[in-house]
């Protein structure tokens, strides 16, 4: 039985509901919405970024990079799209293009958002560690806590790899 159609008559109020589902973990509900809203609403960069998250979380990481990449090159200088997508690829352990994507990302934040300069920081230690520099991975993980001394992961992240 085909799915209903989604009222598309407030995008706003559906890319709230999406990102709530999204909170929620439930990405399985979140996916036709953000889908839908996209086709609808093709000009609004977070309504790619939310389709992308649905389907990186669902398993379906490489659906979630075509999508990214579909987004960017419409919204080239996105930095959620950007972070999204490093996020994807460090899940796929594509460390050397997780670290390009973070670093375009971070280069892209605002300076006053902090919080989301916190996260591509800590983000981009993640793939440096991996990467095997480890000085400057600390490094990042310093920066990120220094941007937000809430982020917790990045806080984790250096304790982990510094101690004995």
């Given at each position: ?13 559906l890319l709230r509901r999406i990102n709530k589902l999204i909170e929620q ?73 997780a670290e390009t994507a973070y670093r375009a990302a971070l280069a892209n ?11 591509c920081l800590n983000g981009l230690g993640v793939a440096l560690w991996h ?34």
């Amino acid at each position: 039985m085909p799915s209903s159609p989604i009222p598309l008559h407030n995008p706003a109020g559906l890319l709230r509901r999406i990102n709530k589902l999204i909170e929620q973990r439930r990405f399985s509900k979140a996916l036709p919405l953000a889908r839908q809203l996209r086709e609808a609403d093709p000009a609004n960069p977070l309504v790619w970024a939310a389709e992308g998250i649905c389907l990186s979380e669902s398993g379906q990481s490489a659906d979630a990079l075509r999508i990214f990449d579909r987004a960017l090159k419409s919204f080239p200088n996105d930095y959620n799209i950007l972070y999204y997508k490093a996020e994807t690829l460090s899940s796929q352990k594509k460390f050397e293009k997780a670290e390009t994507a973070y670093r375009a990302a971070l280069a892209n934040v605002p300076a006053s958002d902090r919080r989301s300069r916190s996260e591509c920081l800590n983000g981009l230690g993640v793939a440096l560690w991996h990467l095997l520099m480890k000085d400057e991975a600390l490094e990042c993980w310093r920066l990120a806590i220094q941007a937000d001394p809430k982020n917790k992961t990045a806080r984790r992240n250096l304790e982990e790899f510094t101690s004995p």
